[in-house]
């Protein structure tokens, strides 16, 4: 009979690498990442511009998102359609999107048509039409997915959230823009997005898969060396708006079957010299499966389907948030169990177990996430979005298991304040408005675009 | 060509290795041949309810402890229930793989001495929960629901979908649980898939160690369901706190892995995959009517279906939008598919099977799928020969067959306080 009282020990541990990354900087400042994989027959190309939505003027808001949306209207000698089509005919999938931080390209590729997708990829970044013929498709679309936003409870809950921390200002309006602010942009506010930010010396690109690194740097240099330079923008700062004490924001949804909660604060940025105490220290709070917050919401209590906190790590301070759809008849404890769990963690009362736990699956998880060519592109594209040192992914074990219980105090007392914390509550207000008075804290009844019911 | 090795443990436990030193990781995917169409009326969603149940421990493995081992090394891990079929899958870093067939087997083996009543009901909350996150409190969140309720009939268990209904999952025991495990929770019901960076022999050692003492199951409910024809084309009307009409359409199918499934499958990418594809072009970038289209294939054992969606710009009537897929529809009927259209839909089918290889997890998924549906695991490496050979006609032909009215059901999702 096999012993199966104890779980069985490892084997020695196999030795992981990073693919290696071969750097270079073209004459005109675009910065080039190239890796080889060998377990498919697949290439991916991304390029990074370093500007998103944190350019959008307010009332312009949605700009970056536009332009990137543009971006594939139609390129080089193609119009959109034709675009499409031969992107199809080299079985390739293109994206274009923009964040806060960025604005991205990215195209997945049949190895053996990589020569003709890089040409795509180009004209794309690089010689993209901007039609007003776009520009208008792209704007209904944009308007029709607003409109659609209105009914969906995440959304709701995480625009008013997002504008209650950092109000009218970069981070507080939505990327994807706003009624008010969608129809009001021009050509001219697209194109000029476009001329200032996707330069060169803004950019870089990163080609990931089963392509050598000297044949990959042929056809970079071939199809984006001309690409003219421009001025390196400067880069915005959001303004955090003032909490005062824990305030709960009500916004009704007659027919909600759950209330979606957002529990937080502004965070901290990505360049903090605190990311590696802070990963830890929110995997074990919300950030993984076996958190504590998901254990009580879930395991605990059944009160959700899932919990998770995140700190929303951009190149200035994002927010702190607590996320959670749960019934409408548990609303209240569900916010109580958050607040006790952000000031539990407060107190230093962390068990050997669980940051051990908690490390070891940090540490552990990093080449499970990384094996296809798409999950190196990525991660180079963090490297370099985030100016992080090249020797980042080697040392990132290092670093996590340096961490301690006293950091874990340390950067939850610095980071978490369950004392000043926005309550934001998409849900049957009916239901769910008496229960949540008896937490004493003041109730702000919204509409879903924030505007105060008196 | 991937290299498998294939073979049965004398329990009847299907197992099939992929050796592969690229990545140090394991993944370890398995496929028990059960999902909602073993359900029966009055319990739906149990299948599904019961996945929840075997990640709260086992005679060996404390109430979420699988998770905590799992993670707790670098590991990931979940399940998921379908129709067909339930998967377990834990991708591990490889000196770990005799951790994770130790877990598996403890719960494919000796689960039922761990349950306990106030489990059940707790995973039942959180079930629920996630019916009312992902079907009730979202827009059009019933609307596969609804599709399924109307395309079958009610003793064909394709009928409603996996997540069940509230009263189904009110209605569910401890006993439930008990019975369902004992019939379809043993080794000849499953297949187990290991993919990555282990010495065969030795996997196989480990795999022997651990899944053969766990007695098999012998014989089990035949699955004898038939669909029978619509007689007609169904249709619903539904209004609901949506912003913007949507279109949702069934087309029934010949079962996975047949020759009209897999031209259905190519038909699904001329007509909705990108910006160059039929519909996406008219309706959304020509006529700039709809706001969305999609449309593809699920991979289903039973009987095939594929599905079509569109929702109508703001303004634009949802007759408006049916109108132009049909017209759509009709123009493919008699024109007929283009060389270049086979040629973007062959190289999307490529790319995506590429895909589902790059990386160990899915690989081992998708081996367990095509072993447990085609009782062949070397399919993985045959997989788009079919689609390779298709013809422009082949399509045509299936699109002229199969999207008629005849065959297929229709709901039409309304927002409320509009004229329908």
Redesign the interface.
């Known amino acids: 009979?096999?012993d199966?009282?104890k779980?069985?020990?490892?084997?020695?541990?196999?030795?992981?690498h990073f693919p290696d990354v071969t750097r270079t900087t073209l004459a005109n400042g675009l910065r080039v990442l190239l890796a080889r994989t060998?377990?498919?027959?697949?290439v991916s190309m991304r390029a990074l511009i370093r500007s998103g939505a944190d350019h959008d003027q307010p009332e312009l808001a949605g700009v970056a998102s536009i332009t990137a949306d543009l971006l594939?209207e139609g390129a080089g000698s193609r119009d959109?359609?034709r675009?499409?089509?031969d992107?199809?005919?080299?079985?390739?999938?293109m994206g274009t999107g923009a964040d806060w931080d960025a604005s991205y390209a990215s195209l997945?590729?049949?190895a053996r048509y990589a020569n003709q997708a890089m040409e795509i990829f180009a004209d794309v970044t690089t010689r993209p039409q901007l039609p007003a013929e776009g520009l208008e498709?792209v704007r209904?679309?944009r308007?029709?997915?607003l409109?659609?936003q209105?009914?969906?409870?995440s959304m709701i809950a995480a625009k008013r959230f997002s504008g209650l921390l950092y109000g009218k200002g970069p981070y507080g309006f939505p990327m994807s823009g706003t009624m008010e602010s969608v129809p009001k942009i021009g050509l001219d506010h697209v194109r000029d997005f476009y001329r200032q930010h996707y330069v060169p010396n803004n950019a870089s690109v990163i080609v990931s898969g089963d392509l050598e690194p000297e044949h990959a740097l042929k056809l970079v240099e071939g199809a984006l060396g001309d690409w003219g330079r421009g001025t390196e923008p400067p880069r915005p700062s959001p303004i955090p708006k003032e909490i005062e004490g824990n305030r709960i924001y009500l916004i009704d949804r007659p027919?909600?079957?759950?209330s979606e909660i957002r529990i937080g604060h502004i965070g901290v940025s990505r360049s903090s010299s605190d990311y590696f105490a802070l990963s830890v220290m929110n995997a074990l709070l919300g950030g993984?499966?076996?958190s504590r917050i998901n254990?009580n919401l879930?395991?605990?209590?059944?009160?959700?389907?899932g919990a998770r906190s995140m700190f929303a790590f951009r190149r200035s301070a994002g927010p702190f948030v607590v996320a959670a759809?749960?019934?409408n008849e548990v609303t209240k404890e569900s916010v109580h169990e958050v607040l006790s769990e952000l000031r539990r963690i407060r107190t230093g009362d962390v068990e050997d177990r669980e940051l051990?736990?908690?490390k070891?699956?940090?540490?552990?998880?990093?080449?499970?996430?990384v094996?296809?060519?798409s999950?190196i592109a990525s991660r180079l594209l963090d490297m370099e979005l985030y100016g992080l040192p090249e020797n980042y992914f080697d040392r990132y074990r290092e670093n996590i298991g340096a961490i301690s219980k006293a950091d874990i105090e340390r950067v939850a007392k610095k980071y978490i304040d369950p004392d000043r914390a926005v309550i934001v509550i998409v849900g049957n207000a009916k239901q769910v408005r008496e229960p949540l008075g008896t937490l004493g804290y003041p109730i702000h009844e919204l509409d879903i675009d924030g505007n105060a019911i008196a | 060509m991937l290299n498998l090795e294939q073979y049965e443990l004398g329990n009847g436990l299907r197992v099939v290795l992929n050796e592969d030193h690229t990545s140090p990781l394991v993944a370890i995917n398995l496929w028990y041949h059960v999902g909602s169409k073993n359900e029966r009326p009055g319990r739906t969603g149990f299948a599904h309810l019961f996945e929840h149940m075997l990640f709260s421990g086992s005679e060996h493995v404390g109430n979420n402890e699988h998770f905590r081992y799992v993670q707790s090394v670098g590991g990931v891990l979940n399940g998921s229930t379908s129709f067909d079929r339930t998967n377990y899958y834990e991708t591990l870093p490889s000196n770990y793989l005799a951790l994770g067939l130790w877990l598996e087997s403890d719960r494919m083996g000796f689960f039922l001495p761990a349950l306990t009543q106030e489990k059940f009901d707790i995973q039942r909350e959180v079930v629920k929960e996630e019916r009312r996150q992902h079907y009730d409190n979202v827009p059009y969140g019933t609307s596969f629901e609804r599709l399924l309720n109307l395309a079958y009939d009610p003793d064909f268990p394709y009928q409603w979908p996996t997540i069940g209904s509230m009263e189904d999952l009110g209605a569910a025991s401890l006993d439930d649980v008990r019975n369902f495990f004992t019939t379809w929770y043993r080794p000849d019901n499953c297949t187990l898939t290991v993919v990555g960076d282990f010495a065969t022999d030795d996997a196989k050692r480990l795999i022997e160690e651990y899944f053969s003492e766990i007695a098999p199951g012998g014989t089990f409910p035949e699955f004898t369901a038939e669909r029978k024809p619509l007689g007609g084309e169904r249709r619903e009307v539904f209004t609901s706190p949506v912003q913007l009409p949507r279109i949702y359409r069934l087309y029934h199918l010949p079962k996975m892995g047949a020759p009209d499934w897999i031209y259905g499958d190519l038909l699904s990418t001329v007509l909705a995959a990108d910006k160059a594809s039929r519909l996406d072009r008219v309706l959304v970038h020509e006529k700039q009517i709809a706001q969305d289209v999609a449309a593809y294939i699920l991979p289903t054992e039973a009987s095939g279906m594929l599905m079509m969606q569109a929702t109508a710009r703001e303004g634009v009537s949802i007759e408006t939008i049916e109108a132009a897929i049909d017209e759509e529809i009709a123009r493919l009927v008699n024109d007929g598919v283009t060389e270049d259209e086979m040629i973007r839909a062959r190289n999307r089918a490529e790319i995506e099977h590429a895909h589902h290889l790059e990386n160990y997890d899915e690989r081992a998924d998708i081996i367990g799928m095509f072993t447990t549906f085609f009782d062949d695991p070397q399919v993985v490496n045959t997989w788009l020969e079919p689609y390779e050979n298709a013809t422009a006609a082949d399509i045509t032909r299936v699109a002229r067959e199969y999207l008629v009215a005849e065959n297929r059901a229709t709901s039409l999702f309304l927002p409320e306080g509009q004229p329908s």
């Open positions: 009979m096999t199966r009282t779980a069985p020990l490892p084997g020695p541990p196999r030795p992981y060998h377990n498919a027959p697949l594939d959109a359609i675009l499409a089509e992107i199809g005919l080299l079985g390739a999938t997945d590729v049949l498709r209904a679309e308007l029709n997915d409109l659609q209105r009914d969906e409870p027919a909600a079957v759950q993984i499966f076996n254990l879930r395991e605990k209590h059944g009160y959700t389907y759809p749960v019934r051990h736990d908690t070891s699956y940090l540490m552990g998880v990093f080449p499970a996430t094996q296809t060519a999950d």
